[in-house]
């Protein structure tokens, strides 16, 4: 009986093209198309700007020695163009803010004969940070003009180079590349799969219970002699199955992504994510997606079931999403990590729990405990879903 | 045969419901001790003004609510200890239920008699006898979404009757429908009653009731008012007509 109910709200559901559209069409879609908006973004916005010819003032002349050695740094670097403003320093600063000019560069007037007394000299660069990628040039520069500078000292003084340099110092990463991206990516997986997983279960369970009662069908099917758990049962199933649908297409939509449309540019992160894409962790993923896909049914039916209408049930569990959302989040920040007392923390305990399992340092203990939490918390979800279905109160308007 | 003794229902009043109610209680009174009995092959009217408790004693008939106090029984199944039992004898059709609209009317069908578990063959035959009786073989495939009035009227009644109880409660089975969906409803209600089968039914146009009752039972404010057989009741009126007779009979 709970599969011919199951049968039947799955055939409705499929047939609602606003419930597909959210179980199907936005998860398989959403990785490619973000993947690419931000890959052609960003490589365009950072060639954009590195083709971006600096219009640089300067306080001096363009003869100047300082603007000669930056004129003589390679267009590799970024090209840039100089402006005289023979020492009117009010009209320099007010054009850079008036953003006729990029960049203002100051410094002092006796510069060169500073550094030829091996004295220092200042240098004042004026830059508006909102624009990205102009500190970075700068710093490009002034590492090239001050490397050579020092060089030219230690020949001066007679130093020798290493002399002055008392450590070499090496930091070796001795975590994996798969740790790495498990540690600073790896809890994004299951945040996304969270959200999707809340977003494909809400419309279903909304229809099957709260739109049920406005269209009347459900007074309909409680006079059939179907005891009222296994019609629970039955519609639980199909908002259990959306949700894990809607994560599920996620995770294709990411695949393809990475897999067949060659989005990410840079080889080796592909290698590592492939690597992570195997079959046995998105088994164990999904085996932790499911009592967590439960648990967001088992919230979600008693509100639609306890609401009168649609849009009672929508303006109730929309922000609900945020409640959700927020202990994956915390999952999110470094130095939260899987341990006795996080396993017990529902959500938290699956975003870090994919990604101990993605970093590939899973403790089995504290997956089979976070396992068997969000199994507790799912089984009471149910338990008061099914105490709200068999409420009268509840199912007749 | 349905058998109602002595049936009570109360409704625990919300915080906002309890400022309107005068007396500010805690509990409303939908149905008050309320007993009738319907036997088979007869067709029994349940009248009442609107908020009289007659979709509340329905809706107790069909097991959708639990009585507070008395006992209903239905075919000699006592429906409050054995709602289960009770409902696979029972075509249940209210003005307040839906169908469902992405469903088409053959797959509905096929749905609930899958819920009363009853077998293909038998359901065949169903389907046949009773798509010719309401003429539904034109849209048997047509969504439920799409579909006018009449048409879900039809789906409904039919989906009512796929099982083949013993017992049909219709509430305003004819509401908002054209005569000849109307007359065809009618006729369906008397081919039932000639199988030897219960009725029950309410309904506010008058015409209808004196058309097709056996008897019939006026409720108001969840109270009997009367109870009695048509013809007795025809007695009673002294020549003033059904309408008149029922406003009597609310208002005394």
Same mark, same amino acid.
């Given at each position: 009986?709970?599969?011919?109910?199951?049968?039947?709200?799955?055939?409705?559901? #499929?047939?609602?093209?606003?419930?597909?559209?959210?179980? %199907?069409?936005?998860?398989?879609?959403?990785?490619?198309?973000?993947?690419? #908006?931000? %890959?052609?973004?960003?490589?365009?916005?950072?060639?954009?700007?590195?083709?971006? #010819?600096?219009?640089?003032?300067?306080?001096?002349?363009?003869?100047?020695?300082?603007?000669?050695?930056?004129?003589?740094?390679? !267009?590799?670097?970024?090209?840039?163009?100089?402006?005289?403003?023979?020492?009117?320093?009010?009209?320099?600063?007010?054009?850079?803010?008036?953003?006729?000019?990029?960049?203002?560069?100051?410094?002092?007037?006796?510069?060169?004969?500073?550094?030829?007394?091996?004295?220092?000299?200042?240098?004042?660069? $004026?830059?508006?940070?909102?624009?990205?990628?102009?500190?970075?040039?700068?710093?490009?520069?002034?590492?090239?003009?001050?490397?050579?500078?020092?060089?030219?000292?230690?020949?001066?003084?007679?130093?020798?180079?290493?002399?002055?340099?008392?450590?070499?110092? =090496?930091?070796?990463?001795? !975590?994996?590349?798969?740790?790495?991206?498990?540690?600073?990516?790896?809890?994004?997986?299951?945040?996304?799969?969270?959200?999707?997983?809340?977003?494909?279960?809400?419309?279903?369970?909304?229809?099957?219970?709260?739109?049920?009662?406005?269209?009347?069908?459900?007074? =309909?099917?409680?006079?059939?002699? @179907?005891?009222?758990?296994?019609?629970?049962?039955?519609?639980?199933?199909?908002? %259990?199955?959306?949700?894990?649908?809607?994560?599920?297409?996620?995770?294709?939509?990411?695949?393809?992504?990475?897999?067949?449309?060659?989005?990410?540019?840079?080889?080796?992160?592909? !290698?590592?994510?492939?690597?992570?894409?195997?079959?046995?962790?998105?088994?164990?993923?999904?085996?932790?997606?499911?009592?967590?896909?439960?648990?967001? $049914?088992?919230?979600?039916?008693?509100?639609?079931?306890? =609401?009168?209408?649609?849009?009672?049930?929508?303006?109730?569990? =929309?922000?609900?999403?945020?409640?959700?959302?927020?202990?994956?989040?915390?999952?999110?920040?470094?130095?939260?990590?899987?341990?006795?007392?996080? !396993?017990?923390?529902?959500?938290?305990?699956?975003?870090?729990?994919?990604?101990?399992?993605?970093?590939?340092?899973?403790?089995?203990?504290?997956?089979?405990?976070?396992?068997?939490?969000?199994?507790? @918390? $799912?089984?009471? $979800?149910?338990? @008061?879903?099914?105490?709200?279905?068999?409420?009268?109160?509840?199912?007749?308007? | 045969?349905?058998? *109602?003794?002595?049936?009570?229902?109360?409704?625990?009043?919300?915080?906002?419901?309890?400022?309107?109610?005068?007396?500010?209680?805690?509990?409303?009174?939908? *149905?008050?001790?309320?007993?009738?009995?319907?036997? +088979?092959?007869?067709?029994?009217?349940?009248?009442?003004?609107?908020?009289?408790?007659?979709?509340?004693?329905?809706?107790?008939?069909?097991?959708?609510?639990?009585?507070?106090?008395?006992?209903?029984?239905?075919?000699?199944?006592?429906?409050?200890?054995? +709602?289960?039992?009770?409902?696979?004898?029972?075509?249940?059709?209210?003005?307040?239920?839906?169908?469902?609209?992405?469903?088409?009317?053959?797959?509905?069908?096929?749905?609930?008699?899958?819920?009363?578990?009853?077998?293909?063959?038998?359901?065949?035959?169903?389907?046949?006898?009773?798509?010719?009786?309401?003429?539904?073989?034109?849209?048997?495939?047509?969504?439920?979404?799409?579909?006018?009035?009449?048409?879900?009227?039809? *789906?409904?009644?039919?989906?009512?009757?796929?099982?083949?109880?013993?017992?049909?409660?219709?509430?305003? +089975?004819?509401?908002?429908?054209?005569?000849?969906?109307?007359?065809?409803?009618?006729?369906?209600?008397?081919?039932?009653?000639?199988?030897?089968?219960?009725? &029950?039914?309410?309904?506010?146009?008058?015409?209808?009731?004196? &058309?097709?009752?056996?008897?019939?039972?006026?409720?108001?404010?969840?109270? &009997?008012?009367?109870?009695?057989?048509?013809?007795?009741?025809?007695?009673?009126?002294?020549?003033?007509?059904?309408?008149?007779?029922?406003?009597?009979?609310?208002?005394?």
């Amino acid at each position: 009986m709970i599969f011919k109910i199951f049968r039947k709200e799955l055939k409705e559901t #499929v047939r609602d093209r606003k419930t597909l559209l959210i179980m %199907v069409a936005i998860p398989l879609l959403i990785f490619p198309i973000l993947i690419n #908006v931000i %890959v052609n973004v960003s490589s365009s916005f950072s060639e954009s700007a590195g083709e971006k #010819v600096l219009k640089i003032g300067v306080i001096g002349d363009t003869n100047d020695m300082l603007i000669q050695q930056l004129n003589s740094i390679p !267009a590799s670097f970024g090209p840039k163009e100089f402006i005289a403003y023979n020492g009117d320093s009010l009209k320099l600063f007010k054009d850079q803010k008036e953003e006729k000019i990029d960049l203002a560069l100051w410094y002092d007037s006796g510069f060169q004969d500073i550094l030829d007394g091996l004295g220092t000299a200042n240098i004042l660069w $004026a830059v508006d940070e909102t624009n990205i990628g102009y500190s970075e040039r700068i710093t490009g520069y002034m590492n090239i003009l001050e490397a050579e500078e020092r060089l030219k000292r230690y020949d001066a003084l007679g130093i020798d180079e290493q002399k002055l340099q008392p450590y070499k110092i =090496t930091y070796q990463n001795t !975590a994996s590349d798969q740790q790495m991206l498990g540690e600073l990516a790896g809890g994004i997986l299951p945040y996304i799969f969270i959200a999707f997983g809340f977003l494909g279960c809400m419309y279903p369970a909304i229809d099957l219970f709260s739109g049920e009662k406005e269209r009347g069908t459900i007074e =309909t099917l409680l006079t059939t002699p @179907v005891k009222r758990w296994k019609i629970l049962i039955g519609k639980m199933l199909v908002v %259990v199955l959306s949700g894990l649908m809607a994560s599920c297409c996620a995770l294709i939509g990411l695949f393809v992504s990475i897999e067949f449309l060659d989005l990410i540019p840079d080889p080796n992160l592909t !290698a590592v994510v492939s690597k992570i894409l195997t079959i046995p962790i998105i088994i164990k993923l999904f085996a932790l997606l499911l009592p967590l896909t439960v648990f967001f $049914a088992g919230i979600m039916i008693p509100i639609s079931v306890y =609401t009168k209408s649609f849009k009672e049930a929508q303006s109730i569990i =929309t922000p609900l999403n945020i409640v959700v959302v927020l202990p994956a989040m915390l999952g999110l920040f470094p130095g939260i990590e899987l341990n006795y007392i996080t !396993a017990c923390v529902p959500i938290l305990n699956i975003v870090l729990t994919t990604k101990s399992l993605i970093a590939g340092n899973i403790d089995y203990i504290l997956l089979s405990l976070s396992f068997i939490v969000m199994i507790a @918390v $799912a089984a009471v $979800a149910v338990f @008061v879903s099914f105490r709200q279905f068999g409420k009268e109160s509840n199912i007749v308007n | 045969m349905i058998i *109602v003794k002595n049936v009570s229902k109360e409704f625990r009043l919300s915080k906002e419901q309890r400022k309107e109610h005068p007396a500010n209680d805690k509990y409303t009174l939908a *149905v008050n001790n309320l007993s009738f009995s319907c036997n +088979p092959g007869e067709v029994f009217s349940l009248l009442g003004p609107n908020g009289a408790g007659k979709t509340t004693t329905l809706r107790m008939l069909s097991t959708i609510l639990q009585p507070s106090s008395g006992t209903i029984e239905i075919c000699g199944v006592d429906a409050v200890k054995y +709602p289960r039992e009770a409902r696979r004898k029972i075509g249940f059709l209210t003005g307040s239920t839906g169908l469902y609209a992405r469903l088409s009317a053959n797959e509905v069908i096929d749905y609930f008699a899958s819920l009363y578990n009853v077998p293909n063959n038998v359901l065949k035959e169903r389907k046949a006898y009773l798509y010719d009786l309401l003429n539904m073989n034109e849209f048997a495939s047509k969504k439920i979404g799409k579909m006018s009035t009449g048409m879900k009227q039809k *789906v409904s009644i039919c989906r009512t009757m796929i099982h083949d109880p013993e017992v049909l409660i219709l509430d305003e +089975p004819t509401s908002g429908l054209d005569v000849i969906t109307a007359e065809g409803i009618i006729q369906l209600i008397r081919d039932y009653k000639s199988q030897n089968k219960t009725v &029950l039914f309410s309904s506010h146009i008058m015409g209808e009731v004196d &058309l097709l009752s056996d008897r019939l039972a006026i409720i108001h404010n969840g109270s &009997l008012k009367h109870e009695g057989t048509m013809s007795e009741f025809r007695t009673e009126m002294q020549g003033q007509s059904l309408t008149g007779a029922f406003i009597n009979i609310v208002q005394s």
